[in-house]
């Protein structure tokens, strides 16, 4: 069935460094892809999203590119900030999974150090 | 802009006892979809609705059930609570249900069962 994988956490950086949480995906037919950000104590945020291939979905100065070849769509971002501290979950949406429902990855939990 | 509404925001309910949460899409939006969120878990799909019909049933417990009204809010019915239903619940929206839509979450409703 439809899966998605992401790095287990937690990941705590310094201020200002660069961010990468990689995310792969199992999938049968075309997924659309998402990332999510659930701050302490809040629901799901919508952070950016991508619904083909090569496609690049960006939004706070984070990104993440739907990577077919790879089944991939990593999230990335050039500064962090401590603001920035949150779990972040990958999640696909497929048409074709016999339902529409959105399938997350675990999450990974950010720490950010001023 | 609007955004999904849940209520209540926070339940305390003893073992055996019902809860009803209730969800209130985003204005327009056709589908809705619940999700069950333990601690430290990733979110686990429990049941969707599109156009006041059951479209498709993730994990849902037998003593749970869930109904989308003519206006398109959504409730959650959930019977003979156990300890294991402690958690958060969110509710999302979307246009349309085709498998590519972003889908638009509520902030949740904690339900802690004592």
């Known amino acids: 069935g439809d899966s998605v994988t992401q790095m287990e956490g937690p990941v705590t950086l310094s201020e200002e460094a660069f961010l990468t949480i990689n995310c792969t995906y199992t999938?049968?037919?075309?997924?659309?892809l998402f990332w999510y950000v659930q701050y302490p104590g809040e629901g799901l945020q919508l952070l950016l999203k991508a619904t083909k291939a090569d496609d690049k979905g960006s939004n706070k100065g984070f990104e993440a590119t739907y990577r077919k070849e790879t089944t991939s769509f990593h999230l990335e971002k050039g500064s962090v900030q401590v603001s920035d501290s949150a779990v972040y979950f990958c999640a696909l949406s497929a048409g074709n999974t016999g339902g529409f429902k959105t399938i997350f990855g675990a999450g990974t939990r950010l720490f950010v150090k001023a | 802009a609007a955004g999904v509404i849940q209520s209540p925001r926070h339940l305390i309910k003893e073992k055996r006892e019902t809860a009803t949460l209730k969800c209130y899409p985003i204005?327009?939006?056709?589908?809705v979809y619940w999700y069950q969120q333990g601690p430290g878990q990733d979110p686990q799909f429990l049941i969707s609705f599109y156009e006041k019909m059951q479209s498709d049933k993730g994990s849902i417990p037998d003593r749970f059930s869930a109904q989308q009204f003519s206006d398109y809010h959504s409730e959650l019915n959930m019977s003979s609570l156990e300890l294991g239903d402690s958690a958060l619940y969110f509710c999302?929206?979307?246009?349309?249900?085709?498998?590519?839509?972003?889908?638009?979450f509520g902030p949740g409703t904690r339900l802690l069962v004592l």
């Open positions: 999938a049968t037919g075309y997924p659309s």
């Open positions: 204005p327009r939006h056709d589908t």
């Open positions: 999302a929206s979307s246009l349309g249900y085709r498998g590519r839509e972003t889908q638009y």
